[in-house]
C-alpha cells in the first residue's frame, strides 16, 4: 500500500483546477470553476468525495464544500466582480485521503464604479444638520 493509498482501498492522484470563461473576463460574465479528481478506487464501494473550492493561495478563504460521488465539481461565480480577480485553488478528500490542486489565477477586468457622495439638504449653512 503506497502512501495515497487509505485502508478503504482509495488513491487520489491528480486533483485540478480550471476556469470556463471567456478569454478576457469581464465585469458581470459568469465563471465556472471545475475542480477534477482522478481517484481509484480499490474496491466496488461507492466513495464519497468531498471538494473543497477556495480562494486564496495557501489556505485561503473557504468559498464552497461540495460532497458528491462524481469526480469533478464545480463553483459558478454567477455575475463576476473586479473583487473575485485572485488566485483559486481546490481540495479533494476522500476517505482518509486529502490532495490540493495548483492554484490558477483569474483576471476580472471592468470599470469599478467610484462611490458617489450625496449631502441632503443640498444649500448648507454653517450649524445645520446634513445627512450623508
Known amino acids: 500500500m503506497n502512501k495515497t493509498e487509505t485502508q478503504k482501498g482509495v488513491s487520489i492522484n491528480t486533483v485540478t483546477i480550471t476556469f470556463d470563461a ?12 471545475t475542480c477534477s479528481a482522478s481517484i481509484l478506487k480499490h474496491t466496488t464501494e461507492r466513495i464519497q468525495i468531498v471538494y473543497l473550492f477556495y480562494k486564496g493561495q495557501d489556505k485561503g478563504v473557504l468559498l464552497e464544500k461540495v460532497t458528491s460521488d462524481a ?59 446634513i445627512e450623508l
Do not use: W
Open 22 to 33: 471567456e478569454e478576457d473576463i469581464r465585469r458581470g460574465s459568469k465563471i465556472i470553476l
Open 71 to 129: 469526480l469533478e465539481s464545480q463553483y459558478i461565480i454567477q455575475s463576476a466582480r473586479v473583487s473575485h480577480s485572485g488566485y483559486y485553488h481546490c481540495v479533494v478528500e476522500a476517505g482518509t485521503e486529502k490532495k490540493k490542486s495548483e492554484s490558477t489565477f483569474i483576471t476580472v477586468t471592468g470599470n469599478v464604479t467610484s462611490p458617489l457622495l450625496t449631502i441632503q439638504p443640498m444649500d448648507v449653512i454653517v450649524g445645520d444638520s
